[in-house]
């Protein structure tokens, strides 16, 4: 924003609130990240809207930047980020052409805006599988240690049955011989 080079002060108020937005998103990311996700997407939706007239390219950083990191957030289903990055598209779309800019020109900040939500959906896939590795790394853990309890108990049951047995049986021969010694008396 220090460099944006505009005239016109409703391009500047778009930018402030963007720019608010932004840092709505930043103190609550942690504690409401479903609103934290809102505000971030009224930050990549504003700069898109005006993009057409920006006189320079500030309002396309300010959307495509706030657009990559809602894609990446995990606290939102794909479809909301699909959602938001089409919408975000469309209004960038319908700006450069009411603003009366070439084909070129109309298509080249969406592809730039379509290439970060690419970008940000991968680093979204690649914390999803980190976070499920996780898990699985913790559920392995936690069925080893159960299976050790399992395999301790069994070894337990086997010393019990074995010393049942042996006694048992000792008691019995000693019977036996007490018997017979009792008969030859």
């Known amino acids: 924003l220090l460099t944006a080079r505009e005239a016109d002060p409703g391009i500047w108020?778009?930018?402030g609130v963007a720019a608010a937005c932004w840092l709505g998103f930043v103190l609550l990311a942690t504690r409401r990240p479903k609103t934290a996700a809102a505000l971030l997407a009224a930050a990549s939706a504003l700069p898109a809207a005006i993009v057409g007239w920006a006189g320079d390219s500030s309002a396309i950083l300010l959307s495509?930047?706030?657009l990559g990191r809602l894609a990446t957030l995990t606290s939102v289903g794909v479809g909301t980020i699909?959602?938001?990055s089409l919408l975000d598209i469309a209004l960038a779309v319908a700006s450069h052409a009411l603003?009366?800019?070439s084909l070129g020109e109309t298509l080249a900040d969406p592809g730039v805006m379509l290439l970060l939500v690419l970008f940000g959906l991968n680093r979204r896939q690649y914390e999803v599988?980190?976070?499920q590795a996780k898990a699985l790394l913790e559920q392995t853990r936690f069925a080893q240690a159960e299976h050790a309890r399992a395999a301790a108990l069994d070894e337990r049951t086997r010393i019990a049955r074995e010393l049942h047995?042996?006694?048992a049986h000792s008691l019995g021969a000693l019977r036996v011989q007490l018997e017979l010694a009792e008969a030859l008396l």
Do not use: K, P, R
Request: charge should be negative; avoid cysteine.
């Open 165 to 167: 047995d042996v006694l």
């Open 82 to 84: 699909v959602g938001f």
């Open 99 to 101: 603003a009366g800019q």
């Open 64 to 66: 495509v930047i706030a």
């Open 129 to 131: 599988q980190a976070t």
């Open 13 to 15: 108020t778009a930018y």
